[in-house]
């Protein structure tokens, strides 16, 4: 059974630039992830990056140095959700 925790995963994974989208696709359908779950966390997901690149696409450089930033948000956030549910495993 998926958790919200599972969402979660699909979200950050999406929002993160730097990790594979197609591995997250292929992993929620091993898993058999619910569709309406799936599509909905993956635009939660990619949202954030559609905002981003309409904030800052005016030209190239502040399109560049946006996603370097959005990036590093990005791997940042994941890295204190992986923290975050390790804490919660380890705690149950």
Same mark, same amino acid.
């Given at each position: ?29 091993? $898993?058999?992830?619910?569709?309406? &779950?799936? +599509?909905? @966390?993956?635009?939660? #997901?990619?949202?954030?990056?559609? /905002? $981003?690149?309409?904030?800052?696409? &005016?030209? +190239?450089? @502040?399109?560049?140095? #946006?996603?370097?930033?959005?990036? /590093? ?20």
């Amino acid at each position: 059974m998926l958790k919200i925790t599972d969402l979660g995963g699909v979200v950050i994974t999406r929002i993160n630039p730097f990790l594979s989208n197609d591995a997250i696709s292929f992993v929620a359908g091993i $898993l058999k992830m619910n569709y309406f &779950k799936f +599509i909905s @966390s993956s635009a939660l #997901g990619i949202a954030p990056l559609i /905002v $981003l690149i309409a904030i800052t696409g &005016k030209n +190239i450089d @502040s399109l560049k140095y #946006g996603l370097l930033w959005g990036s /590093v948000g990005s791997l940042i956030i994941f890295g204190v959700y992986i923290w975050w549910d390790k804490r919660k495993k380890y705690s149950q």
